[in-house]
């Protein structure tokens, strides 16, 4: 079993800046873990934000690409964080942090957790 924490999600006004963070365990030292960033919107389907990969390739949507930054932690390995810079109300939405894998030394592990989310709200 796979747990997925996201912290970080508060209120700020547009312009401003949020750091999110998110940790998977258990944390073998020896396996790194996928992980992604999803936004949701009140309404809406669940859309995404941004992925880094177990060997640190960044991946990130459109709407977000120049303002937002994911990395992997230096001090923990399966922890990454999400810096949203020059935020906008249309970022508003709970952000869901996802694993779909990790892999240990040459084996590869497919995994579909999702964590409990964390609100953001941008206000105009």
């Known amino acids: 079993q796979v747990q997925i924490m996201e912290f970080g999600g508060d209120s700020v006004e547009a312009g401003g800046s949020l750091r999110l963070s998110c940790t998977a365990s258990?944390?073998?030292?020896?396996?790194?873990?996928?992980m992604s960033w999803f936004r949701q919107a009140r309404g809406q389907e669940r859309m995404f934000v941004s992925s880094?990969?177990?060997?640190?390739?960044?991946?990130y949507s459109d709407s977000v690409k120049g303002r937002f930054t994911i990395s992997q932690d230096d001090n923990a390995e399966n922890s990454i964080s999400l810096e949203m810079n020059s935020l906008k109300p249309e970022d508003t939405g709970m952000y869901y942090c996802?694993?779909?894998?990790?892999?240990?030394?040459?084996?590869?592990?497919?995994?579909?957790?999702w964590g409990q989310g964390t609100q953001v709200t941008v206000s105009s």
């Open positions: 996802k694993t779909d894998g990790r892999r240990c030394g040459n084996t590869w592990y497919t995994y579909n957790y």
């Open positions: 258990p944390d073998p030292g020896y396996c790194r873990y996928d």
């Open positions: 880094i990969s177990s060997d640190g390739k960044t991946s």
